[in-house]
């Protein structure tokens, strides 16, 4: 099983430039959003913040239209939001619905993650509905675009905050079988995390490290590949067992390049 772990991360490595280059990189200006607040603002809310399952396209739309037409004039923001969206608004999960978001500023959480200071970065997004899975979701990918993982490898300390865990991250590693040696130094209750999910994230980085792969890389082709090109965990599970790359790769060679968005 050890071995078949190394392949099959390094084989998750060469599918990675698919999410990176059909995914993100036409979803954001990276030196835009490094340095026009209200640019970034919508670009979070837009790709980043309500990637949950169940979250009404209307609360994104609606958000952005808020912040683009809202002048802090002593008017209700809430209200304003209002206008553009009717029905039930879920204030505790709906991060476009506070009004926090108008003073994140995140071309400086982009200058946190560019000194590797990923915690500080963490801890600056601070929004309802916004915990630790968006949060890593959208530093791992910050990171990526802004190619900080040299400055921070080997350092799970720092790598923890890269490896965001959702219910497909959890279908791939659950019949991985991995005696936890890692430590990050946080306790889940710190960051806000679950500790299953913690778990599964140390564990990533663990055979990330045995591998000697990029643990930003493995965790976007996870994803993708789970998501988009497996997108069944019965299926899934049944690969994992197979422990035959062979059978990954013609997976991934049926719909491949296809599917991107």
């Keep these: 099983m050890k071995a078949f772990n190394k392949e099959l991360f390094k084989w998750l490595v060469e599918i990675s430039d698919i999410?990176?280059?059909?995914?993100?990189?036409p979803r954001v200006d990276i030196k835009r959003f490094s340095k026009d607040p209200d640019y970034a603002r919508k670009k979070f809310l837009l790709y980043w913040a309500y990637e949950r399952p169940n979250a009404p396209l209307a609360y994104k739309v609606a958000a952005i239209k808020t912040i683009e037409s809202y002048s802090d004039n002593n008017s209700d923001y809430q209200e304003h939001y209002k206008q553009f969206y009717s029905e039930k608004k879920n204030p505790s999960r709906n991060p476009g619905y506070d009004k926090r978001i108008l003073s994140i500023e995140f071309p400086n959480i982009t200058k946190q993650i560019e000194t590797g200071n990923l915690f500080t970065a963490y801890n600056m997004i601070n929004?309802?509905?916004i915990g630790h899975?968006?949060?890593t979701f959208f530093i791992r990918d910050m990171v990526s675009l802004l190619y900080v993982e040299n400055k921070i490898i080997n350092n799970p300390e720092k790598l923890i905050f890269t490896q965001p865990v959702d219910v497909w991250i959890q279908y791939f590693m659950n019949p991985i079988k991995v005696k936890l040696e890692l430590n990050c130094g946080f306790s889940a209750y710190s960051i806000g995390a679950e500790k299953k999910n913690l778990?599964?994230?140390l564990k990533i980085l663990q055979l990330c490290n045995e591998a000697n792969v990029s643990p930003v890389k493995v965790s976007q082709?996870?994803?993708f590949f789970c998501s988009r090109i497996v997108?069944?965990?019965n299926r899934l599970e049944w690969l994992i067992k197979s422990q035959d790359i062979s059978l990954f790769q013609?997976?991934?060679?049926?719909v491949g390049e296809y599917i991107v968005n």
């Design 19 to 25: 999410y990176y280059n059909s995914i993100l990189i």
């Design 127 to 129: 929004l309802c509905g």
């Design 133 to 135: 899975k968006i949060k």
């Design 199 to 201: 778990e599964i994230g």
């Design 221 to 223: 082709a996870m994803w």
């Design 231 to 233: 997108a069944d965990p």
């Design 250 to 254: 013609k997976e991934y060679d049926l």
